[in-house]
């Protein structure tokens, strides 16, 4: 009986220690297994983590382009084009000469242009017709008769000039190439602008002449 339960006994040891051997191989192998499932997994995870951050980056390269465009592109209001702005006329700012037949004798033609400015002048303080022909005034004066003719000093014979009240005076010229195409001026004086032109006669003939 008792080298029976020993053997027994011997029997269920062996039984125990089968169950623990294979549990602590099959706990052993689930160890590895796990172990081996997590290294392989991690390994796994940094490639596609890295995409992932590649991409990202990519976007976002993609995004700040996109906003740099837009900041250097003029921004535009709306859809409509320009409105073009037509150009302003200028007002004419000359008036038409006026040329009417003679009223007097041995006058072709009176001509009044209204756009006549004074010469303008060097002389200071009071002023005083002078008909010495050395001086500034007489100078200014010619000066005023070449303008209303159109014809220049240079070529320009002054047969008369003479006093026609207290600011003005009447002078006779022609061309010196013609001098029967002959010219009645009348100029008055402008403070601060000097002698302007009034007006033109035609003279049929040079009453001046020699």
Avoid: C
């Avoid at 240079?154 to 061309?175: E, Q």
């Amino acid at each position: 009986m008792e080298q029976t339960s020993r053997a027994e006994r011997k029997t269920k040891r062996r039984k125990t220690n089968r169950i623990l051997n294979t549990a602590i191989a099959v706990v052993a192998l689930l160890i590895i297994i796990v172990g081996f499932t997590i290294f392989a997994g991690g390994n796994n995870e940094e490639p596609a983590a890295l995409e992932e951050t590649k991409t990202t980056q990519e976007q976002t390269a993609a995004v700040t382009d996109e906003d740099e465009k837009k900041e250097e592109e003029p921004e535009s209001v709306g859809t409509k084009e320009p409105v073009k702005e037509e150009p302003v006329k200028e007002e004419e700012q000359t008036e038409k000469v006026i040329v009417t037949e003679g009223s007097e004798s041995n006058v072709e033609q009176d001509i009044v242009d209204p756009n006549w400015e004074g010469v303008g002048t060097s002389q200071a303080g009071t002023h005083t017709s002078s008909f010495e022909m050395d001086s500034t005034d007489w100078q200014e004066k010619v000066k005023a008769l070449s303008y209303a003719t159109g014809i220049a000093s240079d070529d320009m014979t002054v047969w008369y000039i003479s006093g026609n009240g207290p600011k003005g005076a009447i002078g006779t010229v022609s061309p010196k190439a013609d001098q029967n195409d002959a010219y009645r001026v009348y100029i008055e004086w402008i403070e601060g602008q000097g002698w302007k032109p009034v007006k033109v006669q035609k003279l049929e003939q040079n009453d001046k002449g020699r």
